[in-house]
C-alpha cells in the first residue's frame, strides 16, 4: 500500500463522526439509535482504499466507517441523513442503519445481520453478465457468518466464480454472543475451505494489512477467480447499541485492545508527532462541526411526502 | 384466435422478454435442462443457453437475494421458485430487503425484478407444496402481487411485471397451466393494477382470483340457466389493488360474493370486503357481503379432503344462489 496522510484523516473522520453522533444522541438532539464502530475505522478504510471506483459495496448497519470510507462519500450528508433530515443521503428515510450511497455504488448498509450476503451474489453475477470488471464488496459482522445467508450466498459464489469479497468484520461479538462461544472454528476463513475458495484472516486494526489483502482478493476478482473470504479481526469498544451495559466482557478486555487502536498505529507508521496530529484532529472536528451545521439548517422530510417512493 | 396454454403462454412472454431485452434472464431450481417443475422454461435452455437460464442449487433465500443484488445493478431478472411453499425460506430477502430498498433509500435506487411460483392445491402435493401465500406479501408495501386467471393475462402481465421497476411477486396457479385460451402472438402488455370485469351479470358480483376467476365462471353458466346472472370480477392484481371496478359492481348488483383459495383467515378477500363496505357501494348493498374461502386448515393428502378444503364450482353455485334468493 502507498502511505498516504488522507487514510490517516479518513479514519480520524470516521472517529470524530461516530464521537459526535454519540454526543447527539446523549444530548437528545437525535431520534433513533446508532451502532458505533468506534476501534474498527482500519477495516473500512483499508476496504476502501483497496477498492476502484465502479465496484459496489453492500454493508452493515454498524456502517459509517464503509460509507464514509467509500468513494464520493460527503460526511454532511450522512450527517444529514443520521438527523433524519431530507438532504440525508436517504432523504431522512433510512437513517443510521441504511444509510446508502447509491449514485456511488454503495448499495447501502443493512439493518438485519446476513441481510446482504444474498444480494451480494446477485451484484456478483451481474457484473459476470455484463462482463465487467468491477468487484462487490459485502462487509458482514461475526454474528452474519452463522447465518444460513452466509453459506447459501458463499456457495453459489463458488459455483459461478462471482466476482464477490466477503469480508467479514470480526469484531468479537454479536451482541452479547462472543464468537468463540457461537463458532467451533479459531478463524472465519476457515470456513472458505468448505466451499473450495480462498480464505484469509488480516489483522483488522491494521490499515495496510487489510488494504493489502483486499487489493490481492480485488485483483482476484477481477481475474474471473472467483470469490474471497476475508476475515478482519478487529474490535467493537462500544456496546452494541445505546442499551447495552456489556455485561458480557471486562473492562480489562475492552481496555487491552483500545491500545492496539488503529489511529495511533498508523500515525506512527506516517512519521506523525502529538502536535501533527492534533492538528490534523482540529481539522476533522472542524469538518464535523460544519456537517452538524449543514445537517441541522437543513429541512426535515414533509410529512404529506410520506408516501413518495414506496414504488417507482 | 390461437389458443395457448397458460404455461406456454408464459414460455412466449419469456422468451419475447428475453429477445427484446438482453438484461432479463431466467433463474432458479431446475429451470435448464429439466424445464422448470412444471415445464413453464421447457425449451428455454436450447434458445438462450445456460447464461440466461440459470439452474441454482436449492438455495431460496439466496436465489431471490441473487435477484434483488443483480436488479439493482442493471439486470431485469426473473427468479422462479419452484413451489410458492418454499418462498418462506426467501422472506426474508423479499420482504425486508426487495419491498424496502427504494424508500429507505430515500427513491434513489430500484429494484425491477419478477419472481414467479407457483401457488395453490388439487394436486394431491399435501400440506407442504400447496400453499396460497399471497396475502402475506399483499400486507408488505413496496411489493407489488399479480395472480393471473387466464392464459392471455399469464402472457400479458408477465410482460408487464418484467417492464415493472419493481418487485413483482407473480403466483401462477399448478392446476392452470395446462388449461387453454386465447394468446395473440404478439407481446402485447396486461398492466397491472387494473381489475377486470370477466363477465357481466346484473344479480350477484363474483370477486375471484386466480383459479376461483374460471371456477366462478363456470358457476355463472350453471346459474344462468336458473335466471340469476353473476357478474365476475378478476383483480389480477392483488396489490395495489384497483378497487374501482369492484366496486362499481358491488354498487350495480348490490349483492356480492368474495372467492379465493386461500384460508379465509386474514385473506385476501377480508380486503376487497373492507374496500367495498368503506366505499360509496356500501348504500346500494342489498345483503352482507359474503366470503367463500379455503378452511382454515393446512391441506390434507386424501383427496376427497383436498378437494374440501378449497372452494369448488358447486360452492360458489350454492352461495351466489343463496345470496341472489335473499337468502342472508
Redesign the interface.
Known sequence: MIHSDAHLRRMMLIRAFEEKAEELYALGRVHGTMHLSIGQEATAVGMGTAMREGD?L?NTHRGHGHCLAWFGSDVRLMMAEFMGRET???????GSM?I?N??A?N??A???VG?G???????????K??KTDQV?VVVFGDGANNE??FH??V??AS?WKLPVIYLCENNQYAMSMAIRKSSNIADISQRASAYGIRGVTVDGNDLAAVHDVMAEAAAQCRAGEGPVLVEAKTYRWRGHSKSDRQLYRTREEVLDWQKRDPIPRYSKVLGYDEARLEALRKDVQAEIEAAVSFAESSPEPEVSAIL????? | MRELTYAEALREGLRQAMRADARV?VMGEDVGIYGGAFGVTNGMLEEFGA?RI?D??I?E??I????????????R?VGEIQFMDFVTLSM??LV??AAK??????????V?MVLRMPGGSGTGAAAQHSESLENWFVNV??L?VVMPSTPYDAKGLLLAAIDD??PVIFIEHKLLYKTKGPVPEEAYRVPLSQSVVVRPGAHVTVVATSIMVPRALEAATTLAGEGIELEVVDPRTLA?LDAGPIIASARKTGKVLVVHEAPERGGFGGEVVACIAASEAFDFLEAPIRRLAGLDVPIPYNRNLERAAVPQVEDIVREARRLARGEY
Open positions: 459496489y453492500l440525508g443521503y436517504c432523504r431522512g428515510r433510512g441504511h446508502a447509491v449514485d455504488n448499495l447501502g443493512n439493518g438485519i441481510g450476503l444474498p444480494m451480494a451474489a446477485g451484484v456478483g453475477l451481474s457484473i453478465m455484463r462487490g444460513g445467508a447459501e450466498s456457495n453459489l459455483i413518495e417512493g414506496v414504488y417507482a | 434472464f447464461e440459470i441454482t442449487p438455495s433465500a439466496v431471490a437475494g441473487a435477484c434483488i443484488g443483480a436488479a439493482l445493478t442493471g439486470m431478472p426474508e430477502q425486508l430487503q430498498i427504494r424508500y429507505m433509500f430515500g427513491g434513489k435506487a430500484s425491477p408495501p413496496g407489488k421497476p419493481n395495489p
